[in-house]
């Protein structure tokens, strides 16, 4: 069964911290996203990869930044925690090209104390 | 610009209604694809249905059904006999023809709630 994978189900991080949000997919996709969902806003496109090594900003990249160094693992990076960044991050890899769905992760529901 | 529209922010029905959550999408292109998801309270997003620009048959796959009407630019969603197990967050998104498929437009959702 093809799967994406988030490393973790649940974090509880201290503000400040740096926190790792890890994502593997074994569907050899090109492409790989970060999105963040909060209650009355949506998914958010945080970053996007369409090949390894490659990132582009999405509609919210402030406060994190992202790691692709190979083609099935892309993570998240948040800097410098904060409270505002309290939400479900969930991670979505798709083939190249718009004609495809995208396959998700379970999500990672992240909460900075 | 690309646009997905889901007015129906929440929904309760009592099982065995039908149920219709409608998506209203805007784009410029004429070749795009709609899709439709289903977040359970698990979190995990789930691919229900693909539709392409140039297909507007509707689809059924048991007790969904989707009617896609380019007309009104509208691919609504119906749910026949609902269960409580049909009691998620429901996203349609739209998708234009673009290299790298970062043109992924999601709607803000329908909490579908099916009371027993």
């Known amino acids: 069964d093809v799967k994406v994978t988030q490393s973790s189900r649940y974090l509880v991080k201290r503000t400040g911290e740096k926190v790792f949000l890890e994502c593997v997919q074994d569907m050899d996709h090109e492409n790989m996203f970060w999105y963040r969902q909060d209650p009355g806003l949506g998914l958010r496109l945080i970053y996007f990869?369409?090949?390894?090594?490659?990132?582009e900003k999405g509609d919210i990249p402030e406060g994190y930044s992202v790691s692709r160094e190979k083609k099935e693992r892309f993570s998240l990076i948040l800097e410098s925690a904060s409270t505002n960044q309290t939400s479900m991050y969930l991670c979505?890899?798709?083939?190249?090209?718009?004609?495809?769905?995208?396959?998700f992760g379970s999500g990672t529901r992240l909460t900075v104390v | 610009a690309q646009k997905v529209t889901q007015a129906q922010t929440e929904i309760s029905v009592v099982e065995k209604e039908d149920v219709t959550l409608d998506c209203v999408y805007e784009t410029r292109d004429t070749t795009y694809y709609l899709f439709w998801y289903k977040q359970p309270p698990s979190g995990e997003l789930v691919f229900l249905i693909r539709r392409n620009s140039f297909d507007e048959q509707n689809e059924i796959s048991g007790r969904y059904s989707w009617n896609f009407q380019k007309s009104t630019s509208s691919f609504n969603f119906t749910i026949t006999a609902s269960q409580v197990v049909d009691s998620a967050v429901y996203f349609c998104?739209?998708?234009?023809?673009?290299?790298?498929?970062?043109?992924?437009?999601f709607g803000p959702g329908t909490r579908l709630s099916v009371l027993p």
């Open positions: 979505a890899s798709s083939l190249k090209g718009g004609a495809y769905g995208y396959t």
């Open positions: 990869s369409y090949d390894v090594k490659m990132k």
């Open positions: 998104a739209l998708s234009e023809i673009e290299n790298y498929g970062q043109n992924f437009v």
